[in-house]
């Protein structure tokens, strides 16, 4: 299968830093997507990105889609308690492709200190 | 709207011994999708669905079976239960409408333990 990496794969941060995390993947995607999971929950779409070089902003998250199709970043920007969580980025090789199948990093532990 | 629902939330097992997780949708939506989520090593997909009536293998598909007999419902079974197969276990449904084809929408998962 289609493999995504990652990284990093944990964060301890004081509230109010900032937090990057990136994804990168050896094939080209065409849709790169960002989740969120809170404990005990399933994952929750946070931001869509459908063009390279698209920078998406949702609150204080923005996320690009990398210019050569094969990357991807979170930013988090003034983090607090309640973005502790596990984050995961997803890819779709071709859009409307392979019956809407996303394929998924290993996710970053983010841990917020108050 | 409920969205996707899991039942059961917990469930033990022992070795051999087998059961059926089930996943309702009430958003209409066409594609449904079990994945199983182990640490560290992110959603793996076990199987799909494109619709009623017809299913497809995913990434870790082997000692699973599916079924969807109905649009909203997609079955996940375990014959015949092992430890490997404790796990956390998700399921997803997305629709040509919602968003296009990317936005899956997860349930709350099913925390399996087989001993």
């Known amino acids: 299968g289609q493999q995504l990496n990652q990284s990093p794969q944990s964060m301890f941060i004081q509230e109010g830093e900032d937090v990057s995390m990136n994804c990168t993947s050896s094939?080209?995607?065409?849709?790169w997507l960002w989740y969120k999971q809170d404990p005990g929950e399933g994952p929750v779409l946070l931001i869509a990105?459908?063009?390279?070089?698209e920078l998406t902003s949702n609150g204080r998250l923005t996320a690009q889609f990398g210019i050569t199709r094969k990357d991807s970043f979170l930013n988090i920007s003034a983090s607090i308690p309640s973005d502790v969580g596990i984050y995961f980025c997803?890819?779709?090789?071709?859009?409307?492709?392979?019956?809407?199948?996303?394929?998924f990093g290993r996710g970053t532990q983010l841990t917020v200190w108050p | 709207n409920a969205g996707v629902t899991q039942t059961p939330k917990f469930r033990v097992l022992k070795t051999g011994q087998s059961m059926t997780l089930l996943c309702a949708q009430d958003?209409?939506?066409?594609?449904m999708y079990w994945y199983r989520q182990d640490p560290g090593m992110g959603l793996r997909l076990i199987h799909y669905?494109?619709?009623?009536?017809?299913?497809a293998k995913g990434e870790v598909p082997d000692g699973y079976n599916v079924s969807r007999l109905k649009k909203q419902n997609f079955l996940l079974g375990l014959e015949s239960a092992a430890p490997s197969q404790t796990s956390v276990y998700f399921c997803?449904?997305?629709?040509?409408?919602?968003?296009?084809?990317?936005?899956?929408?997860f349930g709350p998962g099913t925390r399996l333990t087989v001993l």
């Open positions: 094939s080209i995607f065409n849709t």
């Open positions: 990105l459908y063009k390279a070089g």
């Open positions: 958003m209409n939506h066409e594609y």
């Open positions: 669905s494109v619709g009623e009536g017809t299913t």
């Open positions: 997803a890819g779709q090789l071709r859009r409307g492709s392979t019956l809407g199948r996303l394929y």
């Open positions: 997803a449904s997305t629709s040509e409408l919602a968003r296009g084809w990317n936005e899956q929408f």
